[in-house]
Each structure stands twice: as C-alpha cells, then as structure tokens.
C-alpha cells in the first residue's frame, strides 16, 4: 500500500506552525543594577513576564563603575551584531556614539504608538531627542549633590551653609573635631570630578560655568584657576580623606559611613545604596551646595531607556519600556524600585524614601541645574580633565598650568574634530 | 597502489582541518582584520570608516605622549617581570626541592595566586592597598610605622610599582613550579661527580643546576616577556591606568583608545605595536636559547 505523506506533513506543519509563532523570545535587558537594585526589580521582571508570557527578561548588569566601563560592554555588544534588546543609557555626550551611530534605536513612533508624549514632561523628553527624533525613554531625573551626615551636623552643632566661605568655615571646624569635610574616590576620574565641577561652578558662576563646558570660552582663566585652587585648598587643609586618587568611588563611601568624613558629593541613588548597607538613613540628609550666586544650581542628568537598532525584538523592547515607565505600575512595587522617576504621575511614599521626596521637590522646584562635565565632554576630552585633575590632587602641576594645560587639550582636540 | 599512497598524504591535511578552520576563523581572520582596521580612523560603531594610511602609525610614535609613557612603562614592567618573578621562583624552586610534607604544602601556598584570575587578585590587592580600611596600612600603623602608611595606588611615586608587587605575588607560583621540575630532570649523578671534585654548593648551583635548567629558562624567561609586554588585567582592575596617566600600559592604552575614546583604528594600531615588539623581542630570543 503506498501511502502519501503529504498531507501529514501538511498536518504536522499546522500543528507546528502555532507553537513556532509562540515560541517563547528573550528580551535581553542591559543596565548597571547592582545587586541591591537587582533584587528590587525581581518582582518588576516577574509581573512582566506573568503579564507577557512568552517573554523572559534577563538582565544583563554591569554594575559598579558608573559610566566608565558600560558603555564599553554595550559598544562591544552592538559591534559583535549581539546588542542588548533593551539598555539602560546617561544622556549627553555619554549617549552620543550610540544615537549617531545608528545604534540606538529611533522611537517617534513608538512615543506615537504608547502615547509617551503625555507620561514625561517635554523637557525631559529633550534630553533624549537630537537632530528631531528621539532616541531614548526618560528613566529618571537625577539630581547631585552633598549628603551628610545629619548626627554629625547635630553633634557638632553645624549649620547648612548659605555661602561657600560658610561651608569652608564648617569644614574648618569639623577637622577641628577630627572629622574629615568630604570624601571622594578618585579611580575613573569622575567621583572627584563633581568636586571639581563645583569648585568652578563656586569660582566662574553658573553662566561662565556653562559656557566652559560648551567649550564656549577659554578654560585658561582666572576662574579656572581660583576652582582648580579651591581643590588644591581642600586637599591642603585636610578636608578631604587623603589619598583618595586610586579609591573606587563606592569605596569612598566608607569613611562617611564610618562617620570619619562628614559629606560625599552623590545622586539621589544614594538612600538606596545606605540601606543596602545597612546604614542609618535617619542620621543622613543632603543639601544643594552654595555657588555664591542667585541662581544656585544641583548638578542633574537625565538617564533614559533604548533600543537597540539590531534587536530581534522590537515590539516586545517597547512594551516592555511601556510596563517600566508607566506610573502606575512604578506604583504597585516595593519603595525604592523606581527612584526619581521621570514620569510624570509617578508617586513617591515619603515616609519609606523621605530623601527621594526631598529630591523630588529640588527637582520640581525653580532650582535650576548644571550638567555632569562628564555628560558636556567626549570621553577622550573627559580623559585629559582627568588626567590634569589628578595632577593637581598629588600636587605635580599647579592650578595656574592645569588650567593652561587643559585649554592645550581642548585646542588639540577640537582640531581633531575638524580634520 | 600509487592511487592509495597518494590518497594517503592527503589524510594528515584532512585531520588538520578542523583545528586549521578554528585556528583561521577565530585568530588568523581577527588578526589580519584588525591590522587593516589599524589604516582606518573608526568609532567602532558605525558603518563609516575613514582610511587615514600611517597616521595612526605616525601618531603613536611621533605625537601621543601616553603611548610613549605606556611603551617605557611597559618595557620597565617587561624587565621587571623577566628579573623579579623569575629570580624568586628560582629561589623558592631550589628552597623547596626536597621532600616532606611542609615543602608539599609551601609550594602549594606559592602556586595557588597563580590559577586566581588576575582581574580577582587586582580587586583584591586594591582593597589591600586601599589608604582607609586596608590591611597593609593598618598593618604598617599598628607596628608602629604610620608613617610609611600612605596610599600606595594613589601615590604618584609608588603606584607602578605597588602594581608591580601584585603582579610578582600572582606570577612567582608558575616559575615555581616549573623550575622545581627542571631541577627534578637534572641527574643526581652530576652533583655526586661536582662533590668529589671539591665544588662548593655556589660552584655546583653555577655549573650544575644553572645548565641543567637550560631548557627550564627558555620556557620560564620566554613566558615572562611575552606575559610582561601584554599586561592589562592587573593595571585596569587596581589603577585604571591612573593616578594621572602614571602606570598607563601598551595594553590599557590600547584598551583606552580602542574602547573609551571611540578610536578602534588606534587602538588596532596600539595592538599591532604590542604584536611586533613581541615579535622583535621574543621570537630571537627564544630561537636563540632553543638553538643553543
């Protein structure tokens, strides 16, 4: 009997073909969690999958370094045609390669398709757009400043400064107590780069500062040099935990934690990190610090979500970012999970995050801000501030050749840029 | 007949070739496309590349002031590791060559940093050396030395070499093991016939043991060239090639260029420089030490 297979070869393909349209995808998900943060976002991942059943989230982290070592593994990625699908990113110049690359995926018509315009305050959602398309979902609106110790401060009866000679004044009095007036860690240059940042923003004000940093004006001026100067000072009157050049910035964290040094120069991330180290949150606080201006200035940076170009898996990237952002999902989970959101909606319980309220409030308030040098400067640019900032700390090149030096660079550099 | 044998000397070809494919696909491909990649001013993510010929060549010896500090401190650090590591698992071998169950368990302490991965035992050292909590000040303090008590990666004068005793403490093991081997190899009967010829243990360590380990020295020495010119690992995880750019390898520079600054074209180039002074250093001198 001869038998034909055709039609069961017909059958068997109809049977396949439902179980091959469903088969169950993996949406790579690439961010610097660390393993605190990761813990939060458990149930996050596991209400996702639940409602999106043939998706699995897998986060891929690199935590720990800040911006000096992800954007390295995403670019490694992307140039090996495996990117993430999903990718946490900074904004700025820090963004830069990935949207003029073409790396980064254009969202117009997802913002279309999901209605994000209405979730993020449209300057928010400038700071993911260039050249008129928009690369990037805001993640959160992060604000920097000092923390410190608030026990301390009662201890030592000191008040938060209106002036940057009173905040001087307090460090004066806190070495005189034995305390240290900041810490910081000088591995990868920009921990000791917001000092940096806001000694000038203190010296040149916030106008010059700006302009500086767009490479406006010449680095090689007196305000450099006074900001460059108020380092040094910091440094020679033993304000700051010595020997902090090769010292990981979550390092640094430990003489404020140790109560050895009174304040450190971070973001609103912070309150997470104190409790994922079993600190005291009660005896922490922060303030935006003088610049001896009227128009005081936090230093803030906006982080967002992206798409790669090459994923596989585009629709389910954006309905996943979709789930992320949505205010009332960030809603349903455990305090903490979505600090500093940048939707618009998004609620903040005060009394298990009071810092994230306080932030929330500097971040909706007139107050304006400055960006990270870091954020305004390519990284070889960054790299050379770097490198002359720690010249400065181990005292090998003066304030007034620091400054000379680096306008060198910049000069340097912006001729490479137009070769 | 002659169609079997002839068939025959295709066979070796045919095992070859899946070692060959590997070989060409994962190291001779990359290889070449990276050198042609080192003609090409790349970003490393986009599509465009721009030939720019020598000029990478050209930047690199006659214009970047890091890759000339990277290059002194690389060929420092290459002499150093040829020296140091080398002399000290000579030393420990020669201590150690005897039998019992003390020597058993000292070699075993000696070899154990060599199988940890450096990026780990840089991590580690780091916080060693970390000015605040770290064990080697609050050692030094609480012996009554504070004042040598300062931060070792920090200190513009001290980092490299800090970096360096790391990399001595993970590298000694290896020499170790295999010059206790060599030292195995070599004939009782030699040292017998230098006894009855009077030779002190200086004259026998001298015309015995250092010949005998001939062989020993062109593995151990090779080995520490080509493991001294492509440091990365412990310089990235315990500086980052920092204070300033004071403890800047060929590798980190490379890593630097490549990665961070977006200038894959250099970086390339940066690689190829590294490939030829290895090329240049190693390969006579160990034609050279097998020859003989």
Redesign the interface.
Known sequence: MKISIAPLALAAALCAAPAIAQEKITLRFANTFDAAFQELWKPVITQFEKLNPMIQVKIESTAGSGA?IYP?VL??S??TGAPPDVFFMWGGTIAA??M????ARVLDDEYTKFGWDGRFAAPIKARSTTAGKTYGVPYRAMGMAFWYRSDIAEKLKIKLPNTVAELEQNCATLKTAGIYCASTG????WHTGRLTEYFIETTCGPDRHDKLNALAESWDQPCVVAGFQRLRTWIDKGWL????????PN?SR??VYQG?AFMIFEGGWLEGALKASDQNVQNYSFFVPPNDSANRRYSGFGEQWMIATNTKHPSQAAAFINFITDPAVQSQFKPGTFPLSASIGAKVDCAVTPMECKWKEVISSNMGSYLPTDQYF???LI?SF??IQ??I??G?VTPVAAAKLFQERVVTWKSKQKS | MRKTVKSARHIPYLFMAPALAIYSVFLVYPMFDSLYLSFFEW?????KKTFVGLNNYIEFFFDDQTARKATINTFVWTLGSLVIPSSLGLILALALNRGGKVSVVLRTIFYSPAVLPLVGVGLIW??M?????GVINVILKSVGLGDLA???????NT?FAATFVTYTWAHVGFPMILYLAGLQSINQDYYDAARVDGANAWQSFRNVTMPGLTETHVIVLSLAVIHGLKVFDLVYA???G????ETQVLGTWMY?QG?????AGYGAAIAWVIAAFILVLAIPYIRRMSSN
């Open positions: 000096a390295d670019r490694t992307m140039v390669p990935f003029k690359s073409g790396q000088g591995k990868f240059g935990v010595p020997d902090f050049l090769a010292v990981a390092d430990i003489p050895r390519d990284k070889e790299g770097y490198e720690d010249g700390v181990a090998k | 970003d490393g993510l986009s599509a780091g916080w050396y970390n000015p605040n909590f300062i931060g070792w990666l920090s200190n513009f980092a315990m500086t980052y920092g204070p300033g750019r630097f990665f961070q600054y977006y200038h």
